[in-house]
C-alpha cells in the first residue's frame, strides 16, 4: 500500500479566499486524483492528475477554480480558488496502485 | 445520474451477527467494484474487492457477492464486531477507462450495538 499524507489536516477560510491544499506519498505513483466529499454525501472525483501532463477534469470541475500542481511522482496541490460556502468539503487526495485506490486523510475546509 | 447507489443511508446490527450492505449499479461498463470503509476525519480505506469475473470473493470476515445480472453487490461481515461501525462505501470502476477513475456510491454508516 502506499501511505498519503495531506496538509493541512482542516482550515477555515474567508469566502473570496484561496487555499492550497499538498498531498504527498511515499512512493513514487503516475497516477494521482482528487477527489471532494460534501457534507453528507458521496466522494466526486474532482480530476486526474499524472505527472509531466494537464490535470483531467471532471464534469462540473475546471481549471480556474480547482487548478492543480503535478511536479514529480511523489507530490501534487490543488488549489480552491476564490471560495464560497458551497467549497465547504472534504477534499481527499489517492493514488492508483495495483489495481486499487489508496487514499489520504483528507483536508476538511470551511468556508466562512 | 447516480451510476452507483447505495439506498441504505444506515444499518445498525447486534455485535455477533451478520451485516449486510447492498449497492446497486447501472453502468454495463463497470468490471471492478471495491468496498471501502470510511472513519470519522480518515479518508476511505480500502477493504475488498471483486472482479466482474467472480460472484464471490472472500477475506476473512469480509465477503462480497456480485450478480452481474441484477448489477447488484453486497458486502456481508460475519460476525459483526463494535470495531466496524464506520460508513461503507462501494465504488465501482470500467477497466476499458485506464484512468483507474472510480465512481462512489453514497454510503451506508454501520452501527454495530454491543
Known amino acids: 500500500s502506499a501511505v498519503i499524507s495531506q496538509k493541512p489536516s482542516r482550515d477555515i477560510c474567508q469566502r473570496g479566499t484561496s487555499l492550497t491544499i499538498q498531498c504527498q506519498v511515499d512512493s513514487q505513483v503516475t497516477m494521482m486524483f482528487w477527489y471532494r466529499q460534501q457534507p453528507g454525501q458521496s466522494l466526486t472525483l474532482i480530476a486526474t492528475?499524472?505527472?509531466?501532463?494537464?490535470?483531467?477534469?471532471e464534469s462540473g470541475f475546471v481549471i480556474d477554480k480547482f487548478p492543480i500542481s503535478r511536479p514529480n511522482l511523489t507530490f501534487s496541490t490543488l488549489t480552491v480558488s476564490n471560495m464560497s460556502p458551497e467549497d465547504s468539503s472534504i477534499y481527499l487526495c489517492s493514488v492508483a496502485m495495483y489495481n486499487e485506490q489508496f487514499f489520504g486523510p483528507g483536508t476538511r475546509l470551511t468556508v466562512l | 445520474d447516480q451510476q452507483v447507489k447505495q439506498n441504505s443511508p444506515s444499518l445498525s446490527v447486534q455485535e455477533g451477527r451478520i451485516s449486510i450492505l447492498n449497492c446497486d449499479y447501472t453502468?454495463?461498463?463497470?468490471?471492478?467494484f471495491l468496498w471501502y470503509k470510511k472513519y470519522p476525519a480518515e479518508g476511505p480505506t480500502f477493504l475488498i474487492s471483486?472482479?466482474?469475473?467472480?460472484d464471490k470473493n472472500e477475506d476473512g470476515r469480509f465477503t462480497v457477492f456480485l450478480n452481474k445480472s441484477a448489477k447488484h453487490l453486497s458486502l456481508h461481515i460475519v460476525p459483526s464486531q463494535p470495531g466496524d461501525s464506520a460508513v461503507y462505501f462501494c465504488a465501482a470502476s470500467a477497466s476499458g477507462d485506464s484512468s483507474y477513475k472510480l465512481i462512489f456510491g453514497s454510503g451506508t454508516r454501520l452501527l454495530v450495538r454491543p
Open positions: 492528475a499524472n505527472q509531466g501532463s494537464e490535470a483531467t477534469y
Open positions: 453502468n454495463s461498463m463497470f468490471d471492478y
Open positions: 471483486i472482479s466482474s469475473i467472480k
